[in-house]
């Protein structure tokens, strides 16, 4: 396999100082959007001296309308003539009543992010804490807790984007079986499915998380395509005779990679092809930046989840795979390691 090339790192300016200290004013902004609907308000109201009405007797109408600024300024709302409206993306990912909804992701998202960032010194003076079980990754309090915003976000354009990679690849037209490894709400398997004529699809995942998979392959009608494995995937049987199995920012809570590959490669029809999404991290884990700050919390937590560029890939050789083809993709969570697998070369 052919190594991947390092990132260049850009050297900061003093610019960046100025940058960071308008991020939490951001966050700030976006949780009381969230927390006010302020969204579904301005869907109804556009007169600010209304919208303050609507929000109660109490409401300081001249603070309101700095706050409407703002929102304006981070692009949740247009302003004209002093009225204001949604735009598309609070339509989108700010109303309550969207499927694409982020309010629940947000709040999971900023729990894992930040709630270690005010005890920074205290972490590296004494080491990880205690990590509460809903907190802990690798439970099912936490997934039971945070699939139904997975959902949303699989619904935001994630799941159409997995379909097109995968009915890109010359054995698409001949699949019949897809397993989904860790699949989550299975936004991804049902899109993947709904875009071939035949193709069926299992999801294997803990039983709380299957309990709202379920809900979603009903929803959308697939129940006689769509199958369920309930259980912790490095012990429940999820079978064999895929064409197909796909694993998307899972893997991180496999036991053990190499006998986890050595199923997966069992599992796969001859000609099957396993595909696996997950970020890779480089410049001995610096880079990107993003990614090592949004899971700075957790791994001050004692919970560094992240794989390093390559090292997923340099397992499955070792497995039986005779073909593996790593792509680097950009997300909005930025870039991430698609790697091809396949039975026979």
């Not at 309090?141 to 139904?148: A, H």
């Amino acid at each position: 396999m052919t190594k991947l090339p390092q990132p260049t790192v850009q050297e900061p300016t003093p610019g960046l100082v100025f940058e960071l200290m308008i991020g939490p004013i951001r966050m700030a902004v976006l949780k009381t959007a969230l927390e006010m609907e302020m969204a579904d308000i301005l869907a109804r109201e556009h007169d600010p001296q209304v919208i303050a009405k609507t929000l109660g007797v109490d409401t300081d109408e001249t603070n309101l309308v700095y706050f409407l600024d703002a929102m304006t300024a981070l692009g949740f709302a247009k302003k004209q003539a002093g009225q204001y409206v949604n735009t598309p993306f609070a339509e989108s990912y700010l109303r309550k009543n969207s499927p694409t909804y982020f309010g629940g992701l947000v709040e999971n998202l900023s729990r894992m992010q930040h709630h270690n960032l005010d005890r920074i010194p205290e972490l590296i003076r004494q080491g990880p804490a205690k990590v509460e079980k809903q907190d802990k990754l690798d439970g099912e309090e936490k997934w039971k807790n945070s699939v139904r915003h997975l959902a949303s976000y699989q619904k935001a354009g994630m799941a159409e984007w997995v379909a097109d990679q995968v009915a890109s690849a010359p054995e698409f037209p001949s699949m019949r079986r897809m397993l989904d490894l860790g699949c989550g709400p299975g936004i991804m398997c049902m899109t993947v499915v709904s875009r071939h004529p035949s193709m069926k699809g299992a999801l294997c995942d803990l039983p709380p998380v299957m309990e709202v998979a379920r809900e979603e392959i009903a929803a959308a009608g697939l129940e006689d395509r769509i199958s369920t494995i309930d259980g912790d995937y490095n012990e429940v049987d999820f079978g064999k005779g895929y064409d197909l199995i796909w694993a998307s920012h899972t893997l991180y809570y496999t036991k053990d990679l190499d006998a986890m590959f050595a199923r997966i490669h069992e599992a796969l029809t001859p000609n099957g092809v396993f595909i696996t999404l997950h970020e890779g991290l480089t410049n001995e884990r610096t880079q990107p930046a993003d990614l090592v700050l949004s899971r700075l919390s957790l791994a001050l937590e004692g919970q560094d989840v992240s794989f390093e560029q390559g090292e997923l890939a340099s397992h499955l050789p070792g497995a039986g795979f005779t073909s593996v083809e790593t792509k680097i993709l950009e997300l909005p969570l930025g870039p991430v390691e698609m790697i091809i697998a396949r039975k026979q070369g």
